[in-house]
């Protein structure tokens, strides 16, 4: 690893919101506080959920497609390395209440878990989450850039947000 081992990860087994992104940032390496950057500020507000709730790890999972700091790569972060999920996920969704809320943040994690979905497009598979409902509640990555893409899917704040925080209202 170019940048060092420092797995950032939260959970117990108590929570019954699990939530799967890519990988930590460079400023999530840093600190070592899943989602401590704008991305998780906007994953909090997408959800409702308060810093509180979400650092809880006895409500909320926190768990990436790839534990550690990939490194830079044009136009962003390289992908999440591809033997963190395979290595560790059911281990850890094996300590995690059966009856779990898990949302899947970004391509990655939808890639992984919806694997019958993957000739949709990210935009296809978050429009249709009730298909994946109730176990999975895709969402598109909440980086900078999904400013634009929500500028262009007035639906997904109007409809898909109120759902998901009512669904969110139901596991935490």
Not at 36 to 64: I, N
Not at 143 to 158: C, D, G, L, V
């Amino acid at each position: 690893m170019p940048h060092g081992v420092r797995p950032v990860t939260g959970f117990s087994a108590t929570a019954r919101l699990l939530i799967i992104g890519q990988a930590p940032g460079s400023k999530v390496h840093a600190s070592g506080i899943p989602w401590d950057d704008a991305s998780g500020d906007r994953l909090r507000e997408w959800t409702g959920l308060t810093k509180q709730q979400m650092y809880d790890p006895a409500q909320v999972a926190l768990v990436p497609m790839g534990f550690c700091y990939p490194g830079k790569a044009s136009g962003g972060d390289k992908p999440p390395r591809r033997e963190c999920a395979p290595q560790w996920h059911h281990r850890i969704l094996d300590l995690l209440p059966e009856d779990r809320l898990t949302l899947l943040v970004g391509t990655y994690a939808q890639g992984h878990y919806l694997p019958g979905a993957r000739r949709l497009s990210m935009t296809e598979r978050v429009r249709r989450y009730r298909e994946f409902l109730p176990h999975f509640f895709p969402l598109p990555h909440p980086a900078w850039r999904s400013t634009i893409w929500m500028r262009q899917n007035p639906w997904f704040e109007a409809e898909v947000l109120p759902e998901l925080r009512e669904a969110i209202g139901r596991h935490i």
